[in-house]
T-cell receptor
Framework: DVKVTQSSRYLVKRTGEKVFLECVQD?????MFWYRQDPGLGLRLIYF???????EKGDIPEGYSVSREKKERFSLILESASTNQTSMYLC???????????FGSGTRLTVV | KQEVTQIPAALSVPEGENLVLNCSFT??????LQWFRQDPGKGLTSLLL?????REQTSGRLNASLDKSSGRSTLYIAASQPGDSATYLC????????????FGKGTHLIIQP
């Protein structure tokens, strides 16, 4: 079975900390995505990448950055965590073409 | 800009009933549509993917239909079970690069034993 693995299910971080969320896929997919999900707001795209070392801003990139040094790994970075970044973070990947998305199991981040 | 609406937002039915979840989208120029299931506190599990050239897809007790011209999709669940309780999300891929996936807000489904 194809897999997208997020390294942490739950994280608690302090305000101002630098936070790394890691995502690894084993499907050789070109495209990878980071979403956040909040009650009432649904899923919102933060950043995506269509190739190694390439990145594009999504709908809500402020306060975040990303890194994609290898094809299988896409990292989301919170440069200085704030309480309004408390959320569920979901990583996804997709092959180029008209294929569906595969999501990871999510990381519930709480910033205190 | 593509918008996806799911109705109803919540649904509670007794076990054994057949049910239909609805998804509508404003721009019919889509490449495909994907239905997901999300259990509380978990990630998204893909249920069905319908390409724009297809009218429906089936997997077990699930059947998803697509009518591009009217901007609608339905997810039919036959003989519902308590284990079907989850939030069901509809998402459309409109192309425009790698970022063209637009989600609905979901239907929260409860199957009463």
């Amino acid at each position: 079975d194809v897999k997208v693995t997020q390294s942490s299910r739950y994280l608690v971080k302090r305000t101002g900390e630098k936070v790394f969320l890691e995502c690894v896929q084993d499907m050789d997919h070109e495209n990878m995505f980071w979403y956040r999900q909040d009650p009432g707001l649904g899923l919102r795209l933060i950043y995506f990448s269509y190739d190694v070392k390439m990145k594009e801003k999504g709908d809500i990139p402020e306060g975040y950055s990303v890194s994609r040094e290898k094809k299988e790994r896409f990292s989301l970075i919170l440069e200085s965590a704030s309480t309004n970044q408390t959320s569920m973070y979901l990583c996804a990947s997709r092959s180029t073409g008209l294929w569906g998305y595969t999501f990871g199991s999510g990381t519930r981040l709480t910033v205190v | 800009k593509q918008e996806v609406t799911q109705i109803p937002a919540a649904l509670s039915v007794p076990e054994g009933e057949n049910l239909v979840l609805n998804c509508s989208f404003t721009d019919s120029a889509i490449y495909n549509l994907q239905w997901f299931r999300q259990d509380p506190g978990k990630g998204l599990t893909s249920l069905l993917l319908i390409q724009s050239s297809q009218r429906e897809q089936t997997s077990g007790r699930l059947n998803a239909s697509l009518d591009k011209s009217s901007g609608r999709s339905t997810l039919y669940i036959a003989a519902s079970q308590p284990g079907d309780s989850a939030t069901y999300l509809c998402a459309v891929f409109s192309g425009g690069g790698a970022d063209g996936l637009t989600f609905g807000k979901g239907t929260h489904l409860i199957i009463q034993p």
